[in-house]
């Protein structure tokens, strides 16, 4: 490729490092691999996730007595743990995969004095740190399900930066608020999850007793008289009354 700025040797050295001896070649090359291998990693933690929510779902086609037992309690668990372990190693893996592409990229535009840069560094700042960020919400998807937290009202698997880094100020606050309890030798107790499930309780009891005031109504008997179906002078001389 041609260059107008032309190749600095003393930044490719400083910051290429061990890929500074590299050539432009073999520098796209290791740059391209590791950059469908991040988002290859992207869509392993996905499919985790989807499997992980395919567990809840399938709850409900279960008897509550099974899904309630403490063996199978246990083995959708451990059956959660062994997807966050697989998630966990593709953001380990997908970490050292994009530091690894930024030396490339370092030699490239160092080394070889590349002009369009820009576009090397926004592909790899928008889709591959943002696969990172998408992969570490999974993991907190996961801890927030393995550790019984109240679910947050926003999407945080694979959910865009602002939203993972919300979702992880939850946690925290959520084990915060479990260890303050503990020191004061109290039982942790979610405030909102409680007044969400009181609101759903008092909305149930609502449309209970619409439903038997409306089967009251309908049951309610009517008294006609003979043929003309108009109310008898007994039910008038009462309803006057």
């Given at each position: 490729?041609?260059?107008?700025?032309?190749?600095?040797v003393?930044?490719c050295?400083?910051?290429a490092?061990?890929?500074?001896k590299?050539?432009l070649?073999?520098?796209?090359?290791?740059?391209?691999?590791?950059?469908?291998?991040?988002?290859?990693?992207?869509?392993?933690?996905?499919?985790?996730?989807?499997?992980?929510l395919?567990?809840?779902?399938?709850?409900?086609?279960?008897?509550?007595a099974?899904?309630?037992?403490k063996?199978?309690?246990?083995k959708?668990?451990?059956?959660?743990?062994?997807?966050?372990?697989?998630?966990?190693?593709?953001?380990?893996?997908?970490i050292?995969s994009?530091?690894?592409?930024a030396?490339?990229l370092?030699?490239?535009?160092?080394?070889?004095?590349?002009?369009?840069?820009?576009?090397?560094?926004?592909?790899?700042?928008?889709?591959?740190?943002?696969?990172?960020?998408?992969?570490?919400?999974?993991?907190?998807?996961f801890?927030?399900?393995?550790?019984?937290h109240?679910?947050p009202?926003?999407?945080?698997?694979?959910?865009?930066?602002?939203?993972?880094?919300?979702?992880?100020?939850?946690?925290?606050r959520?084990?915060s608020?479990?260890?303050?309890?503990?020191?004061?030798?109290?039982a942790?107790?979610?405030?909102d999850?409680?007044?969400?499930?009181s609101?759903?309780?008092?909305?149930a009891?609502?449309?209970?007793?619409?439903?038997?005031?409306?089967r009251?109504?309908?049951q309610?008997?009517?008294?006609?008289?003979?043929?003309?179906?108009?109310?008898?002078?007994?039910l008038r001389?009462?309803?006057?009354?």
């Open positions: 490729m041609s260059s107008l700025n032309g190749k600095d003393r930044r050295l400083h910051y490092r061990f890929m500074s590299l050539s070649h073999q520098a796209l090359v290791v740059f391209w691999i590791l950059f469908f291998f991040v988002l290859l990693l992207m869509c392993t933690a996905s499919i985790y996730n989807h499997k992980s395919n567990l809840g779902l399938r709850e409900k086609d279960l008897p509550a099974l899904v309630k037992s063996h199978y309690q246990a959708t668990r451990h059956t959660r743990e062994r997807y966050l372990v697989v998630v966990t190693l593709c953001l380990m893996a997908s050292v994009v530091v690894l592409e030396f490339a370092f030699n490239i535009e160092y080394c070889d004095g590349e002009d369009l840069m820009q576009l090397f560094w926004g592909f790899w700042s928008i889709l591959q740190v943002g696969s990172i960020i998408a992969i570490f919400g999974v993991m907190l998807q801890w927030i399900v393995l550790g019984s109240e679910h009202s926003w999407g945080v698997a694979l959910g865009t930066p602002v939203l993972v880094f919300a979702a992880l100020a939850w946690i925290v959520a084990i608020l479990r260890a303050l309890a503990r020191l004061r030798g109290q942790y107790r979610d405030e999850s409680e007044s969400s499930n609101e759903g309780e008092e909305e009891n609502d449309e209970e007793k619409g439903a038997s005031s409306s009251w109504r309908s309610a008997p009517t008294i006609v008289g003979p043929g003309n179906g108009t109310a008898t002078p007994e001389r009462t309803s006057t009354l």
